[in-house]
């Protein structure tokens, strides 16, 4: 069966760094993108950032750019999410999704384009 499984989260002080991963299998990695969201308490799912497989490109939101790095490693069927001067409003469950579509269609943020989910990891960022 089709599985990620989300590892690397913490409590880390403000300013801290985590690095997150996703691992992949039960499908072929190299033809999906593999893209990061979180959720916060009592707030919707907010997509993070993607990494598209077929042609190594990357997205990522206004809100961790130049702070978050994602990245593929297609020997280990994982992706990486590097979390550098992590704020309090990065907190919250963080999950990898597996989407077929994206490659073919183009980046989408909604979970209608996702095949398969992790079930999260938990990142705290203290003040």
């Known amino acids: 069966e089709a599985q990620l499984v989300e590892s690397g989260g913490d409590l880390v002080q403000a300013g801290g760094s985590l690095r997150l991963s996703c691992a992949a299998s039960?499908?072929?990695?190299?033809?999906?993108?593999i893209c990061w969201f979180r959720q916060a308490p009592g707030k919707e799912r907010e997509g993070v950032s993607c990494f598209t497989n077929t042609d190594n490109s990357t997205n990522y939101a206004d809100s961790v750019k130049g702070r978050f790095t994602i990245s593929s490693d297609n020997a280990k069927n994982t992706v990486y999410l590097q979390m550098n001067t992590l704020k309090p409003e990065d907190s919250g469950v963080y999950y990898c999704?597996?989407?077929?579509?994206?490659?073919?269609?183009?980046?989408?943020?909604?979970?209608?384009?996702?095949?398969?989910w992790g079930q999260g990891t938990q990142v705290t960022v203290s003040s």
């Open positions: 999704a597996a989407s077929f579509s994206i490659p073919i269609w183009g980046m989408s943020w909604s979970v209608y384009d996702y095949d398969y």
């Open positions: 039960g499908f072929t990695f190299d033809d999906y993108a």
